[in-house]
């Protein structure tokens, strides 16, 4: 049973490298659903959170509200692209080998409509390659009734 995410609050927080790249990353990202390993700072403040992992496939649940507006009253772009980057990054995660790490090259998001602050989303993180030395990710944000709000690809270096 899953605890709830503990979150990193200070430098001292984060994971060292040692740390890191003592398990693999489906490991890794096992301890974080745990409670084990520290959550990212960024995803509380964004309200977002990992909430399921399998190998090739991390799923993400979050809202945003008022204070992840742009100056028009819409949801910031940047919350969809961390939202997508979070989801394609575990999948990666999820294929990284013990003694290795892994980090974006590129990513790319594609807003599909807007979306209405508060409502509860799903971004589905999807492996579609992981090689030695690079990883291709697609995601999608969708609400729970289904609706598409945003997708996303990425390309990922992989390294040790």
Not at 25 to 54: C, N, Q, S
Not at 60 to 80: K, L, S
Request: charged content about 20%.
């Amino acid at each position: 049973m899953s605890q709830p995410l503990r979150y990193a609050d200070r430098p001292e927080d984060l994971p060292t490298r040692e740390a890191l790249t003592s398990m693999s990353g489906m490991e890794f990202l096992r301890a974080m659903l745990e409670g084990r390993m520290p959550a990212p700072a960024m995803a509380r403040t964004l309200d977002f959170a990992l909430v399921e992992i399998e190998p090739g496939r991390a799923v993400f649940r979050g809202r945003a509200h008022i204070q992840h507006t742009n100056p028009m009253g819409g949801v910031h772009g940047g919350w969809y692209g961390a939202l997508v980057d979070s989801a394609m990054g575990c999948a990666v995660m999820t294929a990284v080998p013990q003694g290795r790490w892994y980090t974006t090259l590129e990513y790319k998001v594609n807003l599909a409509r807007a979306l209405p602050l508060d409502t509860e989303v799903e971004a589905v993180g999807i492996l579609d390659h992981a090689g030695r030395s690079t990883a291709v990710a697609r995601a999608e944000i969708r609400g729970l009734d289904g609706r598409l709000y945003a997708t996303g690809s990425t390309t990922c270096i992989i390294l040790g």
